[in-house]
């Protein structure tokens, strides 16, 4: 048997007490833990630690360092393309990379969205596109490329287990330890698996308010200076927007409604918000890839972006005219009063369409694609007494109390339009 050169304790000991840990033990630590060595347990309460003490800019490249090495590194070099890919830090209502994969892909660049499923209150868009019927989220490396290198352009799939599998085991972990939203442990999450996928660069959508991670806008700052400095650092041409997540995206929240959304979208239409936020991650990506006049408002309504995407379904044995799933049961709510929409907190709303069916409690759960909730008014709108507020979709009708419960004071009706900020607020760069 050979011999370990760190002890998990001491490593968690030094996290714990605030300290710094040197770079080999914390490359040794996740090693240890991708090949068992290093207990979940152990691993948990180095988390904590990290959750209660933070790491210094050092320990967190060094962290994601190692979180990349723990599996494969993927390269395009050969694509003959450049690459940009675009990564949000999850929200309510969030479809954007549906739309945005293929628009991007519109002016050649190549878009490989390696994606994953929802779990929590946060969608999944691989859990979004298998509402369509036929569509096929798992490819092997050489459907990936060929796809990015033929006409489509443009690939959303799901993250070949080879990638970061020290991330993979970690971030289930954090999931049932209360150690999610830490900043060095997000941000080595994401970059990891960024860094390790190979892209040229790389657009961040860091959500801040009550449906992100971050809740506070100074904290989502923290999190995209530091994802930002860690994409650079390793050649990563890396750009980050922070947005508002206070409100659920767009009119969908679920699955088979955020498809047929994002449809709208390509089709020059959808919520304004929604095409706010594809228009401005596109310009962005496309910045980053060399194009940064690129006409995209015109690739979304001239129908350049909906072939992109009929033609990126079809490449994944999806049939993007075929109808999506619809639920059994629906039930309306409706505005008690005349009035404006004061508020719709997105957490809430997130947490009622996961309880409906939308989501899964744990990883190996199915998702309900036709469960959900569907807004028909959103803050600023004007509605009267009796008007459908929102319609909550679902298999089995005893699914409704629990979602309208998540609902209890989510929302509000009042005499003055609340004050909206911008969806996007900042910009941030290296
Ligand atoms: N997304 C990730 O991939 N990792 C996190 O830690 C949070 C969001």
């Given at each position: 048997?050979?011999?370990?050169?760190?002890?998990?304790?001491?490593?968690?000991?030094?996290?714990?007490?605030?300290?710094?840990?040197?770079?080999?033990?914390?490359?040794?630590?996740?090693?240890?833990?991708?090949?068992?060595?290093?207990?979940?347990?152990?691993?948990?309460?180095?988390?904590?630690?990290?959750?209660?003490?933070?790491?210094?800019?050092?320990?967190?490249?060094?962290?994601?360092?190692?979180?990349?090495?723990?599996?494969?590194?993927?390269?395009?070099?050969?694509?003959?393309?450049?690459?940009?890919?675009?990564?949000?830090?999850?929200?309510?209502g969030d479809k954007i990379t549906l739309p945005?994969a293929p628009?991007?892909?519109?002016?050649?660049?190549?878009?490989?969205?390696?994606s994953?499923r929802g779990?929590?209150?946060?969608g999944g868009t691989l859990d979004k596109l298998e509402s369509i019927p036929g569509w096929r989220a798992?490819?092997?490396?050489?459907?990936?490329?060929?796809?990015?290198?033929?006409?489509?352009?443009?690939?959303i799939?799901?993250?070949?287990?080879?990638?970061?599998?020290?991330?993979?085991?970690?971030?289930?972990?954090?999931?049932?330890?209360?150690?999610?939203?830490?900043?060095?442990?997000?941000?080595?999450?994401?970059?990891?698996?960024?860094?390790?996928?190979?892209?040229?660069?790389?657009?961040?959508?860091?959500?801040?308010?009550?449906?992100?991670?971050?809740?506070?806008?100074?904290?989502?700052?923290?999190?995209?200076?530091?994802?930002?400095?860690?994409?650079?650092?390793?050649?990563?041409?890396?750009?980050?927007?922070?947005?508002?997540?206070?409100?659920p995206l767009g009119l969908a929240i679920g699955n088979a409604n955020e498809v047929r959304e994002s449809v709208e979208i390509l089709a020059?239409g959808g919520p304004?918000?929604v095409?706010?936020?594809?228009?401005?991650?596109?310009?962005?990506?496309?910045?980053?890839?060399?194009?940064?006049?690129?006409?995209?408002?015109?690739?979304?309504?001239?129908?350049?972006a909906m072939?992109v995407w009929k033609a990126m379904i079809r490449a994944q044995d999806g049939d993007p005219d075929a109808a999506l799933p619809t639920a059994r049961e629906t039930?309306?709510?409706?505005?008690?009063?005349?009035?404006?929409?004061?508020?719709?907190?997105?957490?809430?709303?997130?947490?009622?369409a996961w309880?409906l069916g939308a989501g899964r409690?744990?990883?190996?759960?199915k998702v309900v694609h036709a469960a959900g909730i569907d807004l028909h008014?959103?803050?600023?709108?004007?509605?009267?007494?009796?008007?459908?507020?929102f319609t909550l979709s679902a298999e089995d009708?005893?699914r409704?109390?629990?979602?309208?419960?998540?609902?209890?004071?989510?929302?509000?009706?009042?005499?003055?339009?609340?004050?909206?900020?911008?969806?996007?607020?900042?910009?941030?760069?290296?």
């Amino acid at each position: 048997m050979s011999v370990e050169a760190y002890d998990a304790i001491d490593v968690i000991r030094a996290k714990r007490d605030g300290g710094e840990v040197p770079e080999p033990a914390l490359r040794w630590m996740v090693d240890a833990y991708t090949r068992g060595y290093v207990s979940d347990a152990q691993m948990a309460s180095f988390a904590m630690a990290v959750f209660q003490r933070g790491m210094q800019r050092d320990e967190i490249r060094v962290l994601t360092d190692a979180m990349i090495a723990s599996g494969e590194r993927m390269s395009f070099a050969s694509l003959g393309k450049k690459t940009v890919d675009k990564h949000s830090t999850g929200g309510v209502g969030d479809k954007i990379t549906l739309p945005l994969a293929p628009l991007v892909a519109v002016f050649g660049v190549a878009v490989p969205q390696l994606s994953g499923r929802g779990l929590g209150h946060t969608g999944g868009t691989l859990d979004k596109l298998e509402s369509i019927p036929g569509w096929r989220a798992a490819l092997s490396n050489e459907e990936m490329f060929a796809q990015m290198q033929g006409d489509v352009g443009a690939v959303i799939c799901a993250a070949g287990s080879g990638l970061a599998p020290a991330d993979k085991k970690l971030y289930a972990l954090r999931d049932v330890t209360g150690t999610v939203e830490a900043i060095p442990l997000i941000a080595s999450s994401i970059m990891s698996k960024k860094i390790a996928e190979g892209t040229d660069a790389l657009v961040l959508d860091v959500k801040f308010g009550s449906g992100a991670f971050m809740q506070d806008i100074d904290r989502a700052r923290e999190l995209a200076q530091t994802m930002v400095a860690l994409g650079t650092d390793s050649g990563v041409a890396t750009t980050a927007l922070l947005t508002d997540m206070n409100v659920p995206l767009g009119l969908a929240i679920g699955n088979a409604n955020e498809v047929r959304e994002s449809v709208e979208i390509l089709a020059g239409g959808g919520p304004a918000d929604v095409r706010e936020l594809t228009l401005a991650l596109a310009r962005e990506m496309l910045a980053l890839a060399g194009h940064p006049d690129a006409d995209v408002e015109g690739a979304l309504d001239d129908g350049r972006a909906m072939d992109v995407w009929k033609a990126m379904i079809r490449a994944q044995d999806g049939d993007p005219d075929a109808a999506l799933p619809t639920a059994r049961e629906t039930h309306v709510v409706t505005a008690p009063a005349d009035g404006v929409v004061t508020r719709m907190d997105a957490l809430p709303f997130g947490i009622s369409a996961w309880r409906l069916g939308a989501g899964r409690a744990r990883a190996e759960d199915k998702v309900v694609h036709a469960a959900g909730i569907d807004l028909h008014a959103k803050p600023g709108d004007h509605v009267t007494a009796g008007q459908p507020l929102f319609t909550l979709s679902a298999e089995d009708e005893a699914r409704f109390p629990r979602a309208l419960e998540a609902l209890d004071g989510a929302w509000s009706i009042g005499d003055t339009a609340p004050e909206k900020g911008p969806l996007v607020r900042e910009r941030i760069t290296a």
